[in-house]
T-cell receptor, first 114, second 114 residues
Framework: DTAVSQTPKYLVTQMGNDKSIKCEQNLGHDTMYWYKQDSKKFLKIMFSYNNKELIINETVPNRFSPKSPDKAHLNLHINSLELGDSAVYFC?????????????FGPGTRLTVT | GNSVTQMEGPVTLSEEAFLTINCTYTATGYPSLFWYVQYPGEGLQLLLKATKADDKGSNKGFEATYRKETTSFHLEKGSVQVSDSAVYFCALRDGGTSYGKLTFGQGTILTVHP
């Protein structure tokens, strides 16, 4: 029943590790996004995929690599984790990438790097 | 580039008080404007939107009017409830080739006391 789901909800790991966050949407949307929310609640887009193609790639370290196996999934893999990667990561989806249609957000994944 | 500026928080009100959260923006062209709300421990939900000048978005007693002349989209509610306690984000998507990218303000934490 969940529209946009993310796993895991919490992720605690050590510096230098590699981790992945998964996102799935069952809304039939063709566009998916990853956003990062820092400790001060500031939200910034990281990536966007439209029909499995990368269309937005903000200034994000190349340790972050998104992968979209199909239109319903957008996963985020992070290599060599650093303390500064600690944040809440939100996945979102929408129908169409150049329309005012609503973006639907997942519940977030709280990543803590120790 | 695009930017969104929200009033500094946190905002603390008593139940039934009037709420205003100011939001101003800088953008090229004719952006669409949004207010999203984030309840504790949850992802963002669209609260209301306006896609052209003088449009008024409204939902759950909240309202905001797209003012092109003052580049503003202030959020108002006549009588807040404890359940309105959340973080409120103003956001824009410009009318050009932004591929759905949302630019967010810094968020305003609202706490409503009984």
């Amino acid at each position: 029943d969940t529209a946009v789901s993310q796993t895991p909800k919490y992720l605690v790991t050590q510096m230098g590790n590699d981790k992945s966050i998964k996102c799935e949407q069952n809304l039939g949307h063709d566009t998916m996004y990853w956003y990062k929310q820092d400790s001060k609640k500031f939200l910034k887009i990281m990536f966007s995929y439209n029909n499995k193609e990368l269309i937005i790639n903000e200034t994000v370290p190349n340790r972050f690599s998104p992968k979209s196996p199909d239109k319903a999934h957008l996963n985020l893999h992070i290599n060599s984790l650093e303390l500064g990667d600690s944040a809440v990561y939100f996945c979102a989806s929408s129908q169409g990438s150049n329309t005012p249609h609503e973006q639907y957000f997942g519940p977030g994944t709280r990543l803590t790097v120790t | 580039g695009n930017s969104v500026t929200q009033m500094e928080g946190p905002v603390t009100l008593s139940e039934e008080a009037f709420l205003t959260i100011n939001c101003t923006y800088t953008a090229t062209g004719y952006p669409s404007l949004f207010w999203y709300v984030q309840y504790p421990g949850e992802g963002l939900q669209l609260l209301l939107k306006a896609t052209k000048a003088d449009d008024k978005g409204s939902n759950k007693g909240f309202e905001a009017t797209y003012r092109k002349e003052t580049t503003s989209f202030h959020l108002e509610k006549g009588s807040v409830q404890v359940s309105d306690s959340a973080v409120y984000f103003c956001a824009l998507r410009d009318g050009g080739t932004s591929y759905g990218k949302l630019t967010f303000g810094q968020g305003t934490i609202l706490t409503v006391h009984p």
